[in-house]
Structure formats: C-alpha cells, structure tokens
C-alpha cells in the first residue's frame, strides 16, 4: 500500500509552530479562517441503508457489558484472595486492562449515547467509567463534542493525544498512565476546590459549570476515601481495585488511541486525512469497543460500535486502505512521529483508491510532497 | 406576515423519519412520527449549524448526526446534551397528500 509523506516546510527556521493552547493563537485563527466548526467531507451512503446501520439496540451492549464487569469481578476477585502472592500478578494484569482501558471505549461509546438504546443505560455505563479513567463527566461530554467539530484542529480540538513535535517520553510514560493520571488528578483538584479552569470555560457552557465542580468533588471523596481505607488497613489493596489500575492497565487504551490519529494531517477537514482505521484481533476490539474504525466512526458518530464493521463494508471504496494489524499501524505512525521530532509539520498522508472520492485538502494547499515510499 | 408553503407530499417521508425543505434563505426538517402526524422544526441543530436531516428519528426524538443531541421535535425541546437550546418549531397541515408548514 502507498503512503505519501508530506513536509509542509523544509526548514526548521521556517518550520510551523502550534500553540495548543484553545486561548491561543492558533484556534482564534482557526475560527478566521473558517476551519473552526468547518462543514467535513462525509462519504455518500443512501439514507435507508444509514438509518439501517443507526439503528439502536440494548442487546449488544448488554451482552459485553455484563462480560466485561463479570470478567472484572471475578479478576479483582481472585486477584485479591491470592493478595499478595506473585500469583494474584496475572489476575490483576487482567483487571487492569478492562478498568484502565476497556472503561475508556465504554466512557466513549456510552459518551455519544449509541452504545444502548435505553438511555440510562448509557448515562450509568458512561458515569462509572469516567470515574475510572478519571475524566470528568461533565466536562468530558463537552470536551469530546468539540473533538468531534473540530477533530485535530490546532487550538481547537481539546483531545489532541499527539502534539507537534511528539513528546516521546510522555507518550511512553503514558503507556503506565502516569503522566495523563497526573494531569486528571492535577484538573480533579482544580476542579473540586478553583472551579471550572479557564480552558474548559472555551468549550463547556455555563450552565454545566456547577455540575463540573459537583462531580469532581464526588470523585475526589471516592479517592480519598480509597486511600484512607489503603492507610487504615496499611496496604495498597484497595487502590489495586480503585485508582491504580488506570495506571496499571493503561497501555492497551493508549496503544489503540494513538493509532486513531498520530502522523497524520491536522487542521484538515477530511476525516480520511487525520484519522486511522486498523484491523484488530477480537480481544482487542472487545476492549477498544470497535473503535479501531475511526474514520468511519468519525464520518457518522450516529453509527453505534456494534454497526462499525457493516458501515466499513459500506464505505470502504471511498477510504484509504486501512492499516493490517496494531504492529502494522505503529509500524506506518512511528516513524512518522520521530521525523516530527525535528519537522514537525511532516505527516502520513494514504493513498485512496481509484473509487474514491479525492481528498478535500484545501488546508493543505500549501503543503510540497516531500516523498513516497511503500508501506 | 405569516403563510403556508406547500413542503412535500405525504409520501415523501417514510414513518419515523425526517427530511430537509429549504425555502428561500430558511432550511427546515419535517418529520413524519410514528403515530403518523407531521411536524415542522428549524432545519438545523441549535448546538453547531449542522443539518438535522442526516439524523436519527426515534419515536418523537431527533437525534443530530454530529453530536448526538437530541430534541423533542413536537415541541423543539432540547432532551440531551450538548444540545441546550431549544428548537423552533413551525406548525404543519396536511391537505390533499400534501405536507404544509407556516412560516413568516
């Protein structure tokens, strides 16, 4: 498969530099210009088979859900009657991944409200889970909204996982949750005793700010009553269940979240150009909730996780091929990232095939090709 | 000055369903319920300028196709987030298979 990398500038003296800040220059230039709330390139699919493939059903979710706490149940459970044997190691490994990364597809899904159909449903799934991955759910619903208007768009989009130039030690670092856990507890805090920082003020509307403060007072009262309770008993089991794992079963969420958009184009308003679709293995998808189709699920978010593979069948003559397996799909970013490092308006842009639509670029006019090579 | 513009036949819109009118600079969505009743909203969400008519109709909801707010499209009212303002709805007749909305 063809993969086009392109430099946008030669130079590091002339090299673009992004200010993430969203009270920055680059998102009030963002909004000038037009690619602020922009109209996005979506692929054509007839409206009966997209109210098809919209449709909501309690049924899929209810299955994994009860899968996935039965599984976390019966993990914490074994892993606490063999605590603190070495072989409570393996149960709390698997613990980790579905608390520290199975919780951050379920916060997503459930987020969108298209992972049930009944809503309190979703509102349940959705409130447990932010509260394991330590986001906010008031402001989390608000932030992921944006994303999804502004998806990569430099000062706009408050869910940029991969900032120019890649700062490689906290991406790695993240793998284990510590920088990312850090900064929630870090905006917990804030939060619960300063209010709404100024940043969420951008994009959460006052009339949530209350419930902002609200429910990060009710998580920061959860962990510490977690961390009394690990005091008072003078050991780290309770924060083996509660609070660690977002830390010690991280790695597989941030694996898969950094293939959704790293090394591609930002300020584009063409999902096929900043966003990845990558085949995975079932325990993978089961985790990542489906996720692993990105454009698709960006291009029509209506479209609930259990309908994403249908919707890729529908759609794929109008995409880029997508990316083999996990290793293929770092195999394609990382590189993409190191030349960030010095370059950092350098990105991965995919070949489309001969059915497809062309890419909308204008964005990107100015953009030189700076090679191509074979994938 | 308010007057009834013919929309779209009755037939045009499938039950539990919704479909885009645009008249002069104005773009609404007329929704067919699954009691069988027409109604007449703006045509785009009040939370971004996005089209309603590439969203989800259940029962009375619409659901917008960006961010999954969603309305009550009898009445306009905002149901869930990020949605917050209400829709403005327009009042509809049916005469001859035909699908009128008032609009000034």
């Given at each position: 498969m063809e993969r086009e990398f392109y430099l946008g500038a030669i130079t590091e003296d002339t090299m673009t530099r992004r200010n993430y800040s969203l009270l920055g220059p680059d998102g009030a230039r963002a909004v000038e210009t037009g690619l602020a709330a922009a109209e996005w390139y979506h692929t054509e699919v007839p409206r009966k088979v997209m109210k098809d493939l919209m449709k909501r059903s309690d049924a899929p979710a209810i299955r994994d859900t009860i899968i996935l706490y039965g599984c976390m149940i019966l993990f914490a459970g074994l892993g606490i009657a063999l605590w603190p044997s070495w072989w409570s190691a393996p149960f709390w490994l698997a613990y980790g991944v579905l608390y520290g990364s199975a919780m951050d597809s379920r916060w997503h899904e459930c987020g969108h409200g298209?992972?049930?159909?009944t809503p309190w449903m979703n509102t349940v799934v959705y409130e447990i889970a932010s509260l394991m991955m330590m986001r906010n759910s008031a402001t989390w619903r608000w932030s992921h909204a944006r994303h999804h208007t502004d998806t990569y768009i430099v000062g706009r989009d408050p869910e940029i996982a991969v900032m120019r130039p890649p700062v490689l030690f906290k991406l790695i670092g993240n793998f284990f949750g510590i920088f990312d856990a850090w900064a929630a507890l870090s905006r917990m805090a804030y939060n619960a005793f300063l209010g709404v920082h100024p940043e969420e003020k951008t994009f959460v509307p006052q009339s949530e700010w209350p419930k902002v403060v609200k429910v990060a007072r009710i998580y920061v009262l959860i962990y510490a009553a977690t961390i009394t309770l690990a005091i008072w008993m003078h050991s780290i089991l309770p924060l083996m269940v509660i609070g660690l794992p977002r830390l010690y079963g991280a790695w597989h969420h941030v694996m898969t979240g950094l293939l959704q958009h790293g090394g591609l184009a930002d300020n584009v308003t063409d999902h096929r150009l900043n966003s990845r679709t990558v085949y995975m293995n079932p325990i993978s998808r089961f985790i990542y909730w489906n996720m692993n189709y990105h454009v698709e699920h960006h291009m029509f978010p209506m479209v609930p996780y259990h309908a994403l593979p249908r919707l890729h069948e529908t759609i794929r003559h109008d995409l880029p091929a997508p990316n083999r397996s996990i290793g293929a799909g770092f195999a394609e970013m990382w590189p993409a990232l190191i030349r960030q490092l010095r370059y950092e308006d350098f990105f991965i842009k995919r070949e489309l095939p001969a059915t497809a639509k062309p890419y909308r670029e204008e964005f990107h006019a100015e953009a030189p090709v700076g090679g191509t090579v074979a994938a | 000055m308010t007057q009834w513009i013919d929309a779209c036949a009755t037939d045009e819109i499938d039950e539990e369903d919704l479909i885009r009118f645009d008249h002069g600079a104005q773009t609404f969505a007329i929704y067919h319920s699954p009691e069988g009743d027409f109604y007449a909203t703006a045509g785009l969400c009040s939370h971004e300028n996005v089209h309603l008519c590439d969203g989800l109709v259940m029962g009375h909801l619409i659901e917008c196709p960006k961010h999954n707010g969603q309305f009550d499209y009898r009445t306009g009212e905002a149901k869930r987030a990020p949605v917050c303002v209400n829709l403005r709805t327009f009042p509809v007749k049916v005469e001859g298979g035909r699908v009128f909305i008032e609009v000034a």
């Open positions: 298209t992972a049930f159909k | -």
